[in-house]
């Protein structure tokens, strides 16, 4: 049957994923075809202000649009389904082949954006087999923090490939097993590329099985008398599942804050994947109604976010619920790097409050992620044992240990590869080397506009959170080029001691330099640079800063 195959080199790259936690999305393409792995977004915490999600820059998917065949989705996690809506609408995907929840995660998502009559999503489980061209894909069951989550195996012309995607080796998952007999016959048939999940990839020893931190959950709902507010994310729903589970078994009811909690829920109910009665939900408006030992409160908002649910709940501002002296938050999910001054602001509001807050325990301990650790990884490289290997999922540093992991199993230093975003590796005859790189980049997303920010306005966004802004306001007739209304001067952000003596003095010199300016005849462009130069030196030279400088030029005349 290899015979009727042509030959086709067989590149592989990422569009996001390496180099970052977030926005995954890994490509394999050949002369005559692209099939896509996820499509996710990154969170982008404090450090792009007023930014809701970054997803990849697609230009080389929209410049091959036509060999674009498929997207497969390994999970459904926000990292690696959020981009769908962003994508389908900038490039036509003929097929979105996901796992049932996934799947459902998706239609949920893109029937909010009106756009799921556009998407043909097809489920896959562990029997599917799938051809796209000359590419050959199967899948097999990982463990993760999410029901259905895979691993996926792409027989090519040119030899296999093998991606985790996101799992850890849970030996006593909640849910089916990781099909581990199946990736080792792969890997005694040969692999000759292995992508493998590097987020833990720093951390010894193995991940903790979710049935451990079961046991810590029931400690929690032993120990505490008062009302339990929990706060997770609501893609966890491995999590959710035990901490509802263990709320019923408790006799508490459980109420839901915050709408994406409560889709994954009401989702992950629907096909049975948490378990509990509806007499055991109630709705958030009749908390008041139960004692507070019958209670259990389910919550967005771990990361501190100022517009979900726990930060509204902490700043007295939701209708449902107000924290009151003998409630206990637990925070159930690790601080994402960069998010660590939002979390604390929020447990001190809380805390102000009267409430108990747990941030340390095993709920939100790293190590209960749903990532392998470096034992994990051993296994799943030795089980493999690929040809060639190319970390994935993490940042630079994780990608790296991984690669060392992976020498000390016996793969050549040569043969491992850590790739940024858009570079490209070239698998030929069972070989591979690198290529070319691919274009890639971010998009900004702020709202729901696909088309996301242009570069300049985060510049300008970075400006004036760092640096502040200086409006000055004159007025001048154009027909006699005189200033009729002098500058004046606002600023925001750029507060400094005695600032106000000093603004009087960049006033004059703005006024100086408009006066002699005008002698000149020149346009408003000209004005506006002579403003913004000799304001901006004076700035610069007070405070050390470059706020943003917008000049005003109110003209009266023609
Ligand atoms: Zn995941
Ligand atoms: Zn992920």
Redesign the pocket.
Same mark, same amino acid.
């Given at each position: 049957m290899a015979s009727n195959i042509i030959s086709m080199p067989v590149s592989i790259y990422a569009l996001g994923g390496l180099g970052e936690v977030g926005k995954n999305c890994y490509c394999i393409e050949n002369e005559q075809s692209i099939i896509i792995i996820d499509a996710g977004v990154r969170f982008p915490g404090t450090e792009y202000p007023g930014i809701d999600y970054i997803i990849p820059d697609w230009v080389h998917l929209k410049n091959n649009r036509n060999k674009v065949k498929a997207l497969f989705i390994t @999970?459904g /996690?926000e $990292? /690696?389904i959020g981009g769908i809506p962003f994508l389908v609408q900038s490039i036509n995907i003929p097929i979105i082949y996901a796992p049932k929840l996934a799947a459902a995660l998706i239609k949920n998502r893109l029937e909010e954006q009106k756009i799921l009559s556009r998407v043909n999503i097809v489920e896959y489980d562990e029997n599917t087999e799938v051809r796209v061209d000359q590419f050959k894909v199967r899948f097999f069951r990982v463990t @993760? *923090?999410?029901p259905d *989550?895979f691993g996926m195996c792409i027989d090519t012309s040119e030899g296999r490939i093998v991606t985790t995607g $996101?799992f850890k080796v849970d030996l006593t998952p909640i849910g089916p097993d990781f099909e581990l007999a199946k990736l080792t016959k792969m890997g005694l048939e040969g692999v000759d590329l292995l992508l493998s999940d590097s987020t833990n990839a720093e951390i010894e020893g193995f991940t903790p099985s979710e049935k451990n931190v079961l046991s810590s959950i029931e400690e929690i709902f032993d120990s505490i008398m008062g009302r339990i507010i929990i706060s997770t994310f609501s893609s966890n729903i491995s999590r959710i599942q035990q901490i509802c589970e263990v709320a019923v078994a408790h006799n508490r009811k459980i109420a839901i804050i915050g709408r994406s909690m409560e889709k994954a829920v009401e989702i992950s109910r629907s096909f049975g994947y948490i378990k509990v009665p509806d007499s055991s939900i109630i709705q958030a408006e009749d908390i008041k109604l139960y004692k507070n030992n019958e209670l259990l409160i389910l919550c967005t908002g771990s990361q501190g976010e100022p517009m979900a649910a726990l930060s509204r709940v902490a700043n007295g501002e939701h209708k449902d619920l107000t924290i009151i002296p003998g409630d206990t938050v637990v925070f159930s999910s690790s601080a994402i790097p960069g998010n660590g001054l939002m979390i604390k602001r929020i447990v001190n509001t809380l805390t102000r409050a009267g409430a108990d807050v747990i941030t340390n325990s095993i709920l939100s301990d790293i190590h209960s992620s749903?990532h392998a650790s470096r034992q994990e990884l051993r296994l799943v490289l030795k089980l493999v044992n690929p040809k060639y290997f190319m970390p994935a999922h993490g940042e630079y540093r994780m990608l790296r240990q991984h690669a060392e992991i992976a020498q000390t199993l016996g793969i050549p230093k040569e043969n491992c590869f850590i790739l940024d975003n858009g570079d490209c590796l070239v698998l030929s005859k069972k070989k591979v080397t690198r290529g070319y790189p691919v274009e890639h980049g971010n998009i900004y997303i702020d709202g729901t506009d696909i088309n996301g920010l242009v570069p300049t306005v985060m510049v300008d966004r970075r400006i004036l959170t760092d640096d502040g802004m200086l409006a000055i306001a004159i007025g001048v007739d154009t027909k006699s080029n005189t200033l009729i209304v002098p500058p004046t001067l606002f600023t925001r952000g750029l507060i400094k001691q005695g600032s106000s003596e000093a603004l009087e003095r960049c006033r004059m010199l703005v006024e100086q330099e408009v006066l002699d300016a005008l002698k000149g005849k020149p346009s408003f462009a000209d004005l506006k640079n002579k403003i913004k130069t000799v304001a901006g030196a004076f700035i610069y030279a007070q405070t050390r800063r470059h706020p943003m400088i917008i000049p005003l030029i109110m003209s009266k005349g023609e």
């Open positions: @999970h /996690h $990292d /690696h @993760h *923090s999410i *989550s $996101d749903g």
